[in-house]
């Protein structure tokens, strides 16, 4: 989304003062943004959702190429699903009205307060997880029940706390983060949504970076060339363009006057040898390596910036047409060990939120993997993912007894080319790495000007969303990032056009 946006603004807004190439390591547009088709439904491997639709360019795009509507069926076209029905390990019903709505109520209320920037940082915890958690004892402190009672084997108390995790795992997948305590909590109160409908797009999120594609002349993207190293010049120098991109296999290294680095914030780290995050020990591919090597301040913020694995499980039930299932939350024990474990659960599924229909009356369900079990789930053949989902949901909804045909799955993690989903501010991080990220080299000095000696300007410029503020982790951020950059160097020449005249 950021290269496409970015290259789509410099051809359309400059006429012929730029000879761009758009380099992309794979054999098809789109990156993090994948629409495919399974069981006869539309669903997204990739982005999903456009957040909020009041100002989102992504909503403007797809309402411009009528792209909101489909005779065909596709993924949460019916919007979230609002009716769930929560269900304790083992088969029980969770009381929604003594349990599940009030828990849900008070997580609400925590988040909206961190969002807001009203909620306390303790500097011993200043992190998502612990925040929450705290608001879940006061909860109970405030209670005159003391924790009785609870329904069959649960105690009270054990209930909230599997309703409550339901919670705590939709927001790992919501930001990637394996554990809500890497999440720093004071950087919540700056991303921020549109407002409006969360919704899904008919004719495919593949749409919109077709679309963008579409209007660069042919032969501008190339296909195929897997970045491994760019060179370029902080002390001025160079021929043929002051930076050089280097190529796995035959190809020839191109040199440039600019590069727009669009690449995930995964490969970057995995550049520095980084990756452990996670969940991986060691990244599966080098990366891409800056010679020289990159300024400590963008090391930094690639350092200390989040990038977690979140992962789409589609499951395709057999043709029983008078089978339904709901849009079941799953309320997992907590307890490190306990009777009520259902052991045959695996362990890459118990801390998945949910099960659902991916629409109203259809067969393909749909469950999200986060973090390490996401991880351990692309591991895994189609075969022990099929045996897995079939014990969950046995342990779930035994008299639904739905049977799984086959999956569709997608593998974030391993992809060399991503090495993971999307990033968060994390513990130790701020906004202000995020725009550190953005920013171009070699880093300007402050003194405006410069000799001959001094190195060409903007020669590495970064897009995409891990280099957004306010908008990091989602397809808009990316799209808002590949403008800025594109403008960054129409402005540039606009400024070296005018000094020239004069």
Known sequence: MAGLTAA????????????????????????????????GDRVEMGATWIHGIGGSPIYAMAQDLQALTDPRPWERMDGFPTDPLTIAEGGAIVDPTR???????????????????????????????????????????????AGGGGEGDWTLEALEDAVFAIHENTERTCTSADDLRWLDLAAESEYRDFPGDQITIAKGYSRIVETLAAAIP?????????????EWCPDGGGSGGPVRLHFEGDYSPIAADHVIVTVSLGVLKAGMGLGKEVGLGSPPGPGVVFSPALPDFKRGAIGRLGFGVVNKLFMEMDDDSERFFPFLQMAFDQAESSARHVAKIPRWLRRTHSICPIYGGSRVLLAWLAGEEAVEFESLSDEEIIRGAHATLDAFVPAVHPRIARVKRTGWARDPLFLGSYSYVAVGSSGDDLDLMAEPLPRESGGGGGGDDAPPPLQVLFAGEATHRTHYSTTHGAYFSGIREANRLLQHYRYTSSLVQQ
Do not use: Q
Not at 218 to 230: A, E, H, N, Q, T
């Open 218 to 230: 042919p032969g501008v993207i190339r296909f195929g060339r897997r970045l491994r190293r760019i």
């Open 8 to 39: 789509h603004r410099l051809y359309t807004s400059s006429g012929d003062l730029f000879d761009l190439c758009v380099v992309e390591a794979s054999d098809r547009i789109g990156g993090r943004i994948l629409t495919a088709e399974f069981a």
């Open 99 to 145: 349990v599940v709505a009030p828990v849900t109520a008070l997580y609400r209320r925590l988040m909206d307060s961190a969002r807001a920037g009203d909620a306390p940082v303790d500097p011993k915890d200043p992190d998502v997880g612990s925040f929450l958690r705290r608001g879940l004892e006061r909860y109970r402190a405030s209670r005159s029940d």
